[in-house]
């Protein structure tokens, strides 16, 4: 972030930084006048190395910025820009846009200048990429990078809805694409469709020479955003020009037309482009009311729309429907990580296991063991002794659904004289689900949980196994589990032996081998069970050796 801000600052940009309420860290005013100097950026970035990059806008910075807030807003902006417009923009994590111009006086800050639009110019500040907050990232869109290319002068008929936006008393109005009239002055008309028009109430729309090829232009726009057709569209306009003053070319007719229906065309194509960016970040299950709610579709037209373009991505292989439910869909997982088994190391990992079971099984990088056990059978007794013989080898983090501090501390003072409390060398948290979330991955890491909680579904426990096992990239884990008493599985069945590559049945005095697929002998090891006791809570006693059960 402090090099990021450093290279707005080499672009001569006034920067400032951002707490995570959006709210600056300082005192700001000043950098409306004068920018900081590099000192100054290190030191704020040096005293809050999370906080986002704010650029002042205005004349310091050269910038004005148009922030766009959903999809609607996105819509109105277009309709006062040119195609060929190539000026940086980026998307904000709440799914909007923010459009770079070069800074030109003349504008205020502004809410709802346009429909779900603000500006920002000369007082006011905007929040850059990198940032992030808790709903994501602020990333520049491809080839639209500040400073990868030049800022664009803002369109002139943008400038002046603006501007006249802007000013004291200036409304937003509706009007419908059935409500066109020669006269029509930026009075409210009836409004059938909910057409929202994105003119001031005091704009002029004029059919007189100088303003009949923007008029055109906009009439155009609304009816083919309205649906209608291609010959409805041409006639209306003809119509029209044959009445402007002086009347208008028809050729310059189909030129308009022609333009209307590209923008359309243009506006689909950037749907199904943020649709495929929403889908590629989204994990999990995706439904139509999610994707309506991240793109800001309110109306009929909109959400069908999108409807289709989830259709075509369908028979794209780009997601598919789930079957469980009607507009729900997933993405297809087509990236796969290759395997190198040619340069891959084949090396067993030294890590000591109770009773002498690391010379009946072995365990490698990315493994699984599962330790299914009764309850107060001593699971967790169990798992402190593997941390104890292990932790001046490994980088151990253990987390615990049922222990606060003190008890845990009382565990560990049983290992007195052996182990010392100051010997104790790993890392405890408290933690009861999404363990994959906090996984610590990397070879040299063993990551201990005690215990997977499951209080209903229990099918998802081989979903939950999967996911930690995901997230291991060399790690492994140990990973207790509740089972009912007579049974070799734990809760969840057989799925939860799916991914672990050694699974342990633990009854009230014996430990059972239910699965062990890397054999360290000759000699299967399936279903060998040992018997043991518990001595003054902690030391695990073998009453009787391996054998089959």
Known sequence: MKNAALWYAKYGLSVIPIRPNKKPYIQWAKHQESRPTNQQIESWWEKWPKAGIGIVTGPISGVDVIDVDSAAGHEALNEFLPETLHTPVSRTPGGGWHY???????????????????????????????????????????????????????PDVLFDVLQQGGKPGARISTHSKNSINTDYRG?????????????????????????????????ANSLVKGGESENVVRSCLNQLAKNCTPPFPPTEVEAKIKSAFDRAAKLNRNLTQELRELIMTTSGNISTTFVYSCQHLTTREEKKKAQVILGRLVKEGLIERTGNQAGVYRRIEHDCDQMDFLGADTETLDIWLPFKLHNLVETMPGNIILVAGDQNAGKTGLLLNIIQANMSKFDIHYFNSEMGASELKKRLLKFAPETTLKEWNFKAYERSSRFADVIKPGNGKINIIDFLELHDNFYEVGGMLSDIHRKLHGAIAIVALQKNPGSDVGLGGFRSLEKPRLALAMGHGYLKIVKGKNWATEKNPKDLQVNYKIVQGCRFVQTKDWHKA
Request: glycine share 10%; charged share 25%.
């Open 187 to 219: 009075g409210p008309t009836p409004d059938r469709d909910n057409t929202r028009s994105h003119l001031p109430t005091n704009a002029n729309i004029s059919f007189k020479k100088g303003g009949r090829d923007e008029a055109l232009f906009r009439i």
């Open 100 to 154: 770079y111009f070069r800074h030109k006086p003349g504008l205020v800050n502004k809410a709802r200048v346009l429909a779900d639009c603000d500006i920002r110019t000369t007082g006011g500040y905007i929040i850059a990429p990198p940032s992030k907050n808790s709903k994501g990232e602020y990333k520049f869109m491809p080839k639209c990078m500040l400073g990868e290319i030049p800022l664009a002068d803002m």
